[in-house]
């Protein structure tokens, strides 16, 4: 069995430290070229790191070569398959075609499923906020995703209702390309009520996930998934958000990432642009012009 599998199967659990596991395939890499390396190859590289004293990689390797033996990868190889059937390209972090800009976050994914474009990966500026927007903030978010489409911008967010739907509408109205991060596999769509748009994302941008149908999907997926919605970005501009909820978790992830930090103040006193998000670093902007 190859190596990518693996990859899927230690990428699904979260419970990882990623950016150790990371660093160990990097270090692995370095001594073996991908396309060689196979299970009994890895297991055997992980043994060699337990039995060393002298190395760093001691403790997760132990870890990892429980998960290896504990799991049934042809599960994995099969989804991994299947995707490509279905035209998933599987981008594991070796691969050209990963986000460099993913390298540098505290907690990297391992691989990417991507359905749709791969260049909708690049170029991108996150636009997210909360799911109970006012009108008037919906309707301002569209003109910030067409600006950003004729700055030949990715718009980048995560296909709630609200403000993400509003975003890559916004964005596909410009006729610009838009990214939809989910929180579980790219192929069930959350929410279920923008499957049509989710549709048109995938012709006109790119669905990606990091996970497989493997992983159950809880509530706190659709906050770890943030970290890669700014991840994947340039910079991040809040349309409109709560005292509390998941738009102050990606405030919280864009700031942990030292992304440039941007929230629309609008003139009417709505409260949807909270204070809290300055002690974050997010600088305010009234029109589209001063963005």
């Not at 990606?208 to 994947?232: C, M, Y």
């Amino acid at each position: 069995m190859r190596i990518e599998p693996i990859i899927a199967m230690l990428n699904d659990n979260q419970s990882l430290k990623q950016k150790k596991v990371l660093e160990l395939f990097v270090d692995l890499f370095s001594k073996k070229d991908p396309k060689e390396i196979n299970k009994e190859i890895f297991e055997d590289y992980l043994r060699i790191q337990i039995l060393d004293d002298n190395s760093r990689y001691s403790e997760i390797s132990e870890e990892l070569l429980d998960k290896v033996n504990g799991q049934k990868l042809e599960r994995y190889e099969q989804y991994i398959s299947r995707a490509d059937g279905q035209d998933i390209n599987f981008i594991p972090f070796y691969r050209d075609e990963f986000p460099q800009r993913l390298w540098s976050i505290p907690d990297p994914p391992l691989c990417l499923f991507v359905d749709g474009d791969l260049s909708a990966l690049s170029n991108g500026v996150a636009v997210v906020g909360t799911r109970d927007a006012y009108e008037h903030r919906v309707d301002f978010v569209k003109k910030i995703a067409h600006k950003l489409v004729k700055m030949d911008k990715t718009v980048v967010s995560g296909l709630a209702h609200g403000v993400d739907a509003a975003a890559h509408k916004g964005a596909l109205e410009a006729g610009g390309r838009t990214t939809a991060v989910l929180p579980g596999d790219v192929q069930t769509i959350r929410p279920s009520g923008n499957e049509s748009l989710a549709k048109k994302i995938r012709n006109r941008g790119a669905l990606v996930g990091e996970l497989t149908d493997r992983k159950t999907i809880h509530k706190g997926r659709f906050v770890e998934r943030n970290r890669l919605i700014s991840g994947i970005s340039s910079a991040v501009v809040i349309g409109a958000s709560g005292e509390t909820g998941g738009t102050i978790h990606q405030a919280n992830f864009a700031k942990e990432q030292g992304k440039p930090r941007f929230l629309y103040e609008s003139k009417k006193d709505d409260g949807q642009s909270p204070n809290k998000l300055y002690n974050k670093g997010f600088i305010s902007f009234e029109t589209v012009e001063e963005m």
